[in-house]
């Protein structure tokens, strides 16, 4: 997925290998998954971290699929050792599936957060959206949501959210990919519901525009949105450093004011 696995910080692994190989999301629109970069991001604090656990390994692999469905599957067949994935989608997964465990946790150097994502042609609806994001943030919003959404009882069965309809309005095409429950989350009758679908109808309502979500692969964020099939789609914001430079973000796109973040992840095996 992000950098969030680039350097960590603490990990903690129960069995043997001679080859770790990590499965993650892609990371659509960049260069990011090339052998030269994959093997920088797990060079370094990672590899020394195995080497002083329970691992006796010489090598850390990774692999990107487009679908969180995609990676589970990869586990199960044991084309990976573990999936890389933020803390609460670890908890999701665990709660849901019981042949899963947990293998390991990681601090990351660079937090990680949810923005969303425009064309550079569409700067004005991207300070619309940042505008709603830091006025939900001041009222104390997004931290209501986040606790009914994530971190209350509701996160295991995240449950479905109405879009407000306006006559005369205009309409914009939402990209979620149900990827990241319970944030970014698709109900089994294919309905949007959770975290994300909740923040992007409170937006609808305040901008006062018409909401259609569609659904993506995550690998297929950036075409969908460069192709004019996606008005919006939701981005993962990597800081780098001091300076909070935004990394992962392909040429071309913008990216508003994040709304959500994290630093801790989980590696999740199978039993």
Known sequence: MKKFIAVMLVLAFASCACCEVIGTLSRAGTDAQSPESTHENFSGSLLASVLAGDVDTKEIQTKYYDSLMLMQLALNRGEVNSIAAPEFVGEYLLRSNPAYRLRGFVIGRNPIAYAFGFLEGNAELCEKFSRAVQDMEEEGRIGILARDFI???????????????????????????????????VAP???????????????????????????????????????????????????????????????????????????????IGTK
């Open 151 to 185: 971190t209350g009882p509701a996160a295991q069965n995240p449950p479905a959210v109405e879009f407000a309809k306006f006559d005369d309005a205009p309409t914009l095409k939402v990209a979620l990919t149900g990827d990241m429950p319970p944030i970014d989350y």
């Open 189 to 267: 009758d294919g309905k949007p519901a959770g975290f994300n679908t909740a923040i992007l109808a409170e937006i609808g309502r305040r901008l006062h525009v018409n909401i259609n979500p569609v659904i993506f692969e995550t690998g297929a964020r950036a075409a969908a949105l460069k192709s004019g099939r996606a008005d919006v789609v939701f981005w993962f914001l990597v800081f780098m450093g001091y300076d909070a430079k935004q990394d992962d973000v392909p040429e071309g796109v913008i990216t508003s004011t994040p709304y959500y973040g994290w630093n801790k992840s989980v590696l």
